[in-house]
């Protein structure tokens, strides 16, 4: 895969935050990353492990520390509203306006990515079909259940076509259902070109869906590859066991290096 074609390009990318405890905290180490046009790329790994905030620097909503990263060919600091006219980005806390309608809410973004008219008829009654949308497209966000107020952010993230998707956890409050339609939706991306980059601990998501996995481990990759290569990699045959064994890997490696004894004058 040559990294001047990639929908997504990481490296090197560095979080960390303040603590007023801990001082300097890490949340994403020198972090790596590539995912092509027509691919979808998962990101597994334990609350921590320095996904959702890999996510939120792609998607323009957190500033790296070092590093770089382009989406669609746009650099996320230099270039945040380009990549943002090409991004379709859903995290747990996506908001909606509480007082707008199902309908209203789509129509509204969609007059902020530029659509109007038939245009912006035509791909709302797009994805209110493929969300299943109608029952409750005249009530208000505020009086939605959670998983109706998570389609309509779905939707809200899908309007506009866009070249790449960032999905946190996309399937969170929905039902077997929706939770199903999401999953065709996002195949269905893939055919149409569109790269798709999504984090998920519902592990038989990631076995339908993932061209290739990212092992994400304290902040770092620790490895990426097809299903097929991991397993061949690690012996194991479960991505949970697949994980596991990465994670023993990287944790023996560093348990076996020679530490640093002081010079003596």
Same mark, same amino acid.
């Given at each position: 895969?040559?990294?001047?074609?990639?929908?997504?390009?990481?490296?090197?990318?560095?979080?960390?935050? #303040?603590?007023?405890?801990?001082? $300097?905290?890490?949340? /994403?180490?020198?972090?790596?990353?590539?995912?092509?046009?027509?691919?979808?790329?998962?990101?597994?790994?334990?609350?921590?492990?320095?996904?959702?905030?890999?996510?939120?620097?792609? @998607?323009?909503?957190?500033?790296?520390?070092?590093?770089?990263?382009?989406?669609?060919?746009?650099?996320? /600091?230099?270039?945040?509203? $380009?990549?943002?006219?090409?991004?379709?980005?859903?995290?747990?806390?996506?908001?909606?306006?509480?007082?707008?309608?199902?309908?209203?809410?789509?129509?509204?973004?969609?007059?902020? #990515?530029?659509?109007?008219?038939?245009?912006?008829?035509?791909?709302?009654?797009?994805?209110?079909?493929?969300?299943?949308? #109608?029952?409750?497209?005249?009530?208000?966000?505020?009086?939605?259940?959670?998983?109706?107020?998570?389609?309509?952010?779905?939707?809200?993230?899908?309007? #506009?076509?866009?070249?790449?998707?960032?999905?946190?956890?996309?399937?969170?409050?929905?039902?077997?259902?929706?939770?199903?339609?999401?999953?065709?939706?996002?195949?269905?991306?893939?055919? @149409?070109?569109? @790269?798709?980059?999504?984090?998920?601990?519902?592990?038989?998501?990631?076995?339908?869906?993932?061209?290739?996995?990212?092992?994400?481990?304290?902040?770092?990759?620790?490895?990426?590859?097809?299903?097929?290569?991991?397993? $061949?990699?690690?012996?194991?045959?479960?991505?949970?066991? /697949?994980?596991?064994?990465?994670?023993? $890997?990287?944790?023996?490696?560093?348990?076996? @290096?020679?530490?640093?004894?002081?010079?003596?004058?």
């Amino acid at each position: 895969m040559s990294a001047s074609t990639a929908a997504i390009q990481a490296e090197g990318l560095v979080k960390t935050f #303040h603590d007023p405890e801990r001082g $300097e905290v890490a949340a /994403v180490r020198g972090l790596d990353l590539e995912c092509q046009p027509g691919e979808i790329m998962g990101l597994l790994g334990p609350n921590g492990a320095g996904k959702t905030t890999t996510l939120r620097m792609l @998607a323009t909503i957190l500033a790296p520390t070092a590093g770089t990263a382009r989406v669609a060919g746009h650099d996320v /600091v230099e270039a945040p509203l $380009e990549v943002r006219k090409r991004l379709g980005f859903l995290s747990g806390t996506t908001g909606l306006y509480p007082r707008l309608t199902a309908r209203e809410t789509l129509e509204y973004f969609g007059r902020l #990515h530029g659509l109007d008219g038939a245009e912006l008829a035509d791909k709302v009654a797009r994805v209110m079909d493929a969300f299943d949308l #109608h029952p409750f497209a005249e009530g208000r966000c505020e009086a939605l259940s959670t998983g109706q107020k998570q389609r309509v952010s779905i939707a809200r993230a899908t309007l #506009h076509d866009p070249e790449v998707l960032i999905l946190d956890e996309p399937t969170t409050g929905l039902d077997i259902l929706a939770a199903s339609d999401m999953i065709r939706f996002i195949e269905e991306r893939r055919a @149409a070109g569109r @790269a798709v980059l999504f984090s998920t601990h519902v592990l038989s998501e990631a076995e339908r869906l993932c061209d290739r996995i990212a092992i994400v481990h304290a902040g770092r990759v620790l490895a990426v590859g097809t299903q097929d290569e991991l397993r $061949e990699r690690t012996g194991a045959s479960w991505l949970e066991d /697949v994980y596991r064994a990465l994670v023993a $890997e990287v944790e023996g490696a560093a348990e076996e @290096a020679p530490s640093e004894e002081p010079s003596t004058p």
